[in-house]
């Protein structure tokens, strides 16, 4: 697919057979019609969009989707590489050839009725050097409305893409929102993705995870940049200095949360440039500089709310450009607004559930979808850096990586260097949720938070961070968090939320070489005394525990690392089997 941007189109009309075919130009004109739109089409008798009380969430909209249609289906995800050992053990393989023409018989003629929707975008800011054109051809009013929050959409994309044809092409229908009919096919080397059967985020947004981290990871491959799943913040001290952090974290880990912390030390600031994603690249000066290549938020609803995530709630509330949106959370039918586990601690007697029933608070059953969620414009964010829109991105300094383990991994520590650093991101691991897997605590492997959206070999992955370290001048220094330690009560060990910015502070006087370390078997931890508790009541002992290296867990710990590592088998690099072969012999096994 080297063609045009204008015969690409034509192919698409002439594959599809829409009615009608509208190209975006991202005004808010169009905003308005297509939300009017939205309010009047319908699927399966399900109408798209239902506008929200205004008084309490301006300029917003909700939408119900298909019961079979509520998360990412990782199972029908398939990176399609000409060689299998290329997508590696972390993904789903299929040859090209055959889910290239498994997926045509699928779209040809699939829009025959409805409208195709053409959203030319940039992922980035569009005057950066770093921002990436794209396209995505859709039949989903929602998934155009959608586009429009999470990218910069219209003519500023079409200017960029001019003749050429050097553009991400992503191809979607929603079909009939058949589960037997559903695939998400990624052809890295060909910049382009196939999305049939499914209206959600996840498998629809292609800009998202599909472009922004499965093609962008391969492209970053082949170019000598990193596209990771991190949030992007600045750290305000009180001396006015911003230090810039990354932060991966798996799933249900607070990621969101610390994207847009509130610290409770007087005088420390958190400014938000990502929730989500972020592309690295070194800059001139021979550091690691970050982008956002998004442009709102794709939350999950439940559990967020103003004792959890205050800027959120603000973020939500706020009018500006863009409407908001809300997908399979309950509906408070007394007010119309939105609803979901965790934004009270009342539940009213008048809820609409995420399937469209009356609610049952007796059922034990929630009321909004455990993965509902809202997307909302970064502009609505009262905590957007000023930096957001530097095309230059900002100068990285620390990168946090973290996980959920009621054990073994400590409060914090430090790694001593970046290839240090390399190794202890590639054995996070993370217990399950409910809302994840069926085993409730299972620890799941998840490296650098990308397992499910490397687009290639993640042996080769673990290569490439090594050879950017090689590259970069001034690298940033890397951390391990773990906010959720337990006693043997059960009851967690650290408070968390806002006072994860105490460890915060930790990291920005190592940072500065304002405080020392003391070493230990898997990295640097802080002196006794160099976390400021000060008005926080947490004994001695806690803190003991929280900073130490309990050796039998470790060892069971370095096994689990082990089998992990198997399954990759010689594509695990010499120095990152180094790196465990020290670790084991520091633990005595």
Same mark, same amino acid.
């Given at each position: 697919?080297?063609?045009? =941007?204008?015969?690409?189109?034509? @192919?698409?009309?002439?594959?599809?057979?829409?009615?009608?075919?509208?190209?975006?130009?991202?005004?808010?004109?169009?905003?308005?019609?297509?939300?009017?739109?939205?309010?009047?089409?319908?699927?399966?008798?399900?109408? !798209?969009?239902?506008?929200?009380?205004?008084?309490?969430?301006?300029?917003?909209?909700?939408?119900?989707?298909?019961?079979?249609?509520?998360?990412?289906?990782?199972?029908?995800?398939?990176?399609?590489?000409?060689?299998?050992?290329?997508?590696?053990?972390?993904?789903?393989?299929?040859?090209?050839?055959?889910?290239? @023409?498994?997926?045509?018989?699928?779209?040809?003629?699939?829009?025959?009725?409805?409208?195709?929707?053409?959203?030319?975008?940039?992922?980035?800011?569009?005057?950066?050097?770093?921002?990436?054109?794209?396209?995505?051809?859709?039949?989903? $009013?929602?998934?155009?409305?959608?586009?429009?929050?999470? /990218?910069?959409?219209?003519?500023?994309? *079409? @200017?960029?893409?001019?003749? /050429?044809?050097?553009?991400?092409?992503?191809?979607?229908?929603?079909?009939? $929102?058949?589960?037997?009919?559903?695939?998400?096919?990624?052809?890295?080397?060909?910049?382009? $993705?196939?999305?049939?059967? /499914?209206?959600?985020?996840?498998?629809?947004?292609?800009?998202?995870?599909?472009?922004?981290?499965?093609?962008?990871?391969?492209?970053?491959?082949?170019?000598?940049?990193?596209? @990771?799943?991190?949030?992007?913040?600045?750290?305000?001290?009180?001396?006015?200095?911003?230090?810039?952090?990354?932060?991966?974290?798996?799933? &249900?880990?607070?990621?969101?949360?610390?994207?847009?912390?509130?610290?409770?030390?007087?005088?420390?600031?958190?400014? %938000?440039?990502?929730?989500?994603?972020?592309?690295?690249?070194?800059?001139?000066?021979?550091?690691?500089?970050? *982008?956002?290549?998004?442009?709102?938020?794709?939350? !999950?609803?439940?559990?967020?709310?103003?004792?959890?995530?205050?800027?959120?709630?603000?973020?939500?509330?706020?009018?500006?450009?863009?409407? %908001?949106?809300?997908?399979?959370? &309950?509906?408070?039918?007394?007010?119309?607004?939105?609803?979901?586990?965790?934004?009270?601690?009342?539940?009213?007697?008048?809820?609409?559930?995420?399937?469209?029933?009356?609610?049952?608070?007796?059922?034990?059953?929630?009321? &909004?979808?455990?993965?509902?969620?809202?997307?909302?414009?970064?502009?609505?964010?009262?905590?957007?850096?000023?930096?957001?829109?530097?095309?230059?991105?900002?100068?990285?300094?620390?990168?946090?990586?973290?996980?959920?383990?009621?054990?073994?991994?400590?409060?914090?520590?430090?790694?001593?260097?970046?290839?240090?650093?390399?190794?202890?991101?590639?054995?996070?691991?993370?217990?399950?949720?409910?809302?994840?897997?069926?085993?409730?605590?299972?620890?799941?492997?998840?490296?650098?938070?990308?397992?499910?959206?490397?687009?290639?070999?993640?042996?080769?992955?673990?290569?490439?961070?090594?050879?950017?370290?090689?590259?970069?001048?001034?690298?940033?220094?890397?951390?391990?968090?773990?906010?959720?330690?337990?006693?043997?009560?059960?009851? =967690?060990?650290?408070?968390?939320?806002?006072?994860?910015?105490?460890? *915060?502070?930790?990291?920005?006087?190592? *940072?500065?070489?304002?405080?020392?370390?003391?070493? /230990?078997?898997?990295?640097?931890?802080?002196?006794?005394?160099?976390?400021?508790?000060?008005?926080?009541?947490?004994?001695?002992?806690?803190?003991?525990?929280?900073?130490? !290296?309990?050796?039998?867990?470790?060892?069971?710990? !370095?096994?689990?690392?082990?089998?992990?590592?198997?399954?990759?088998?010689?594509?695990?690099?010499?120095?990152?089997?180094?790196?465990?072969?020290?670790?084991?012999?520091?633990?005595?096994?």
């Amino acid at each position: 697919m080297s063609t045009s =941007f204008d015969v690409f189109v034509k @192919e698409m009309q002439d594959f599809f057979c829409p009615d009608k075919v509208y190209i975006m130009d991202g005004s808010q004109e169009e905003a308005e019609r297509l939300t009017e739109v939205a309010q009047k089409s319908d699927i399966d008798g399900r109408v !798209v969009l239902k506008k929200l009380n205004g008084q309490e969430y301006p300029n917003s909209y909700y939408h119900r989707s298909n019961t079979n249609d509520v998360a990412r289906t990782e199972h029908l995800t398939f990176v399609c590489v000409p060689v299998k050992d290329q997508a590696g053990p972390n993904n789903n393989w299929l040859d090209p050839k055959e889910a290239k @023409e498994k997926m045509r018989s699928l779209f040809k003629g699939a829009m025959k009725g409805r409208i195709m929707y053409v959203i030319p975008f940039v992922m980035g800011m569009p005057k950066s050097k770093y921002a990436k054109n794209c396209v995505q051809i859709t039949d989903s $009013v929602y998934v155009a409305l959608s586009m429009r929050i999470m /990218s910069r959409v219209g003519k500023q994309a *079409i @200017e960029r893409i001019g003749n /050429s044809s050097d553009f991400f092409r992503g191809i979607h229908s929603i079909g009939d $929102v058949n589960p037997d009919r559903r695939f998400i096919m990624h052809f890295p080397q060909d910049n382009l $993705v196939m999305s049939f059967g /499914s209206g959600y985020g996840g498998n629809a947004l292609l800009g998202k995870k599909c472009y922004s981290l499965r093609i962008g990871s391969y492209l970053g491959y082949q170019e000598g940049w990193l596209a @990771e799943h991190m949030i992007i913040i600045g750290v305000e001290a009180p001396n006015r200095k911003i230090t810039y952090f990354l932060g991966a974290f798996p799933s &249900a880990c607070g990621k969101t949360n610390l994207a847009m912390l509130d610290p409770v030390l007087k005088g420390y600031k958190v400014w %938000t440039l990502g929730d989500d994603i972020a592309w690295i690249n070194i800059g001139e000066d021979g550091r690691l500089y970050a *982008i956002n290549p998004e442009a709102g938020f794709f939350g !999950v609803a439940p559990g967020t709310g103003y004792k959890t995530n205050p800027i959120m709630m603000e973020t939500l509330k706020n009018d500006k450009f863009f409407p %908001t949106l809300f997908t399979n959370t &309950a509906v408070d039918n007394s007010n119309n607004t939105p609803w979901w586990e965790g934004i009270s601690d009342e539940v009213s007697f008048n809820l609409i559930d995420w399937q469209g029933q009356k609610y049952d608070k007796n059922s034990g059953k929630p009321a &909004a979808h455990p993965n509902s969620r809202f997307t909302v414009s970064i502009y609505n964010c009262p905590t957007l850096s000023p930096e957001y829109d530097n095309p230059k991105g900002v100068p990285i300094s620390g990168i946090i990586f973290g996980g959920r383990r009621k054990d073994t991994i400590p409060l914090v520590y430090e790694a001593k260097d970046w290839n240090s650093g390399v190794f202890t991101a590639s054995i996070i691991g993370s217990e399950t949720t409910a809302a994840a897997s069926g085993q409730v605590g299972t620890v799941r492997r998840d490296p650098m938070a990308m397992l499910p959206f490397c687009g290639y070999n993640m042996g080769d992955y673990f290569q490439h961070w090594l050879n950017i370290g090689k590259k970069t001048k001034k690298l940033p220094k890397v951390f391990m968090v773990n906010w959720f330690r337990k006693d043997d009560d059960g009851n =967690f060990m650290w408070p968390g939320y806002r006072e994860n910015s105490r460890v *915060i502070k930790w990291m920005i006087d190592r *940072i500065e070489g304002k405080t020392g370390a003391r070493e /230990s078997e898997i990295g640097l931890f802080p002196q006794e005394g160099a976390i400021d508790l000060s008005g926080l009541s947490i004994k001695k002992k806690i803190m003991d525990k929280l900073l130490n !290296v309990d050796k039998e867990d470790w060892k069971k710990e !370095v096994i689990m690392i082990e089998e992990f590592y198997k399954k990759f088998g010689n594509k695990i690099p010499k120095d990152l089997m180094d790196h465990l072969k020290e670790l084991k012999e520091k633990l005595g096994v």
